[in-house]
C-alpha cells in the first residue's frame, strides 16, 4: 500500500508549480474584479512599468542603493549582534542592564524613530543604514541569545571540568552549538532589512526602492509600484534560499523532523 501511494508522491518541484500557478490565478482574479482591478494590474501592465523604469533610468540606481543600504546596515547589525547577544546570554550583570532596553526597543516600529534618527544624523545614507542597523540588531540579538540559552549546560560543565576557559569554551562549545541559531538571525536579519527599507527611504533619500515605491503611491503610479514591490520579494527570497543552502551546509550534523 504505501509502495502504491509513493508512486503518486508530488515532487517538490511539483508542489512549486502548483504554488505559482495558484498564485498568478489569484492575482489574475485581483486584476479583473472592479474592486481590486486598480491595486492589482497584471503581467502584462507590470511588463510595461519594466520598460517605464528602465527608459526613465531608475531601476539599477534605485535597485544599488536599497542594497548598499540594505548590507551595510545587515553587516553592522549582525557583526553588533553576536557580541552583545553571546555576552547578555553569559553575564547576568550584562543581561540585566541590557535585555530590558532591547525589548522595549524592538517593539517599536521604525517608523516611530526614523525622525528621530533624521535629526540626529542629517539626511541620505547614515540614517538609512542606522535604521536597517537598528532593526536588524534586535532581532537577531535576540535570537542568538536565545540560542546560546538552549546550549546544554552539560556540555558546558563537561568543558569546565577538563579545564576550558570561557574563551575556549565560547570558541568550542558554544559557538558551534549555536551555529542554527546564528543562520536563524541571519535569515530573520536579512528579511527584516528588506521590510525595514521603505522606513529607512523615508529619510530624505534621492534614490532607492523603498523611496521609490513612495514615490509611485504619491503620483498613483500603481504598475510601477507593484513592479518594485515584487522585486524586493525575489530578493528576499533569493537570500532565503542561498542562506538555507548554506545552512545545510554548515548544519547537516543537526536532526531535522521530516513532514
Known amino acids: 500500500m504505501d509502495d502504491k501511494n509513493s508512486k503518486f508522491q508530488i515532487p517538490t518541484w511539483g508542489w512549486l508549480i ?14 479583473v474584479n472592479p474592486q481590486t482591478a486598480r491595486s492589482f494590474p497584471f503581467i502584462p501592465e507590470i511588463i510595461k512599468a519594466i520598460k517605464t523604469v528602465i527608459e526613465r533610468g531608475v531601476l539599477a540606481e534605485d535597485f544599488i542603493s536599497s542594497m548598499i543600504s540594505v548590507v551595510l546596515g545587515f553587516v553592522l547589525g549582525f557583526i553588533t549582534a553576536v ?29 516611530a524613530y526614523v525622525p528621530l534618527i533624521v535629526i540626529a544624523a542629517g ?22 541569545y536565545q540560542g546560546v540559552r538552549n546550549v546544554d549546560e552539560t556540555l558546558i560543565k563537561a568543558a569546565r571540568v577538563l579545564g576550558a576557559k570561557d574563551k575556549d569554551i ?63 520579494g525575489i530578493i528576499g527570497i533569493t537570500s532565503e534560499k542561498i542562506i538555507k543552502t548554506l545552512e545545510r551546509k554548515l548544519t547537516g550534523w543537526q536532526e531535522k523532523r521530516d513532514v
Open 170 to 232: 565560547f570558541i568550542k562549545v558554544i559557538f558551534p552549538a549555536t551555529t542554527p541559531f546564528i543562520l536563524t538571525a541571519v535569515r530573520l536579519g536579512v528579511s527584516v532589512a528588506l521590510t525595514t527599507l521603505i522606513a529607512a527611504e523615508s529619510t530624505g533619500a534621492t534614490a532607492g526602492m523603498g523611496m521609490r515605491i513612495r514615490s509611485f503611491a504619491n503620483s498613483f503610479e500603481v504598475a510601477p509600484m507593484l513592479l518594485y514591490i515584487i522585486l524586493i
Open 83 to 111: 557580541p552583545v547577544a553571546f555576552l547578555m546570554a553569559w553575564y547576568m550583570p550584562v543581561r540585566n542592564i541590557l535585555e530590558p532596553w532591547i525589548q522595549f526597543i524592538r517593539n517599536i516600529p521604525p517608523l
Open 18 to 31: 502548483l504554488s505559482f500557478l495558484a498564485a498568478m490565478l489569484l492575482w489574475f482574479f485581483l486584476s
Open 123 to 144: 539626511v541620505g545614507r547614515r540614517p538609512q543604514v542606522i535604521v536597517i542597523w537598528l532593526a536588524t540588531f534586535l532581532i537577531m540579538t535576540v535570537t542568538i
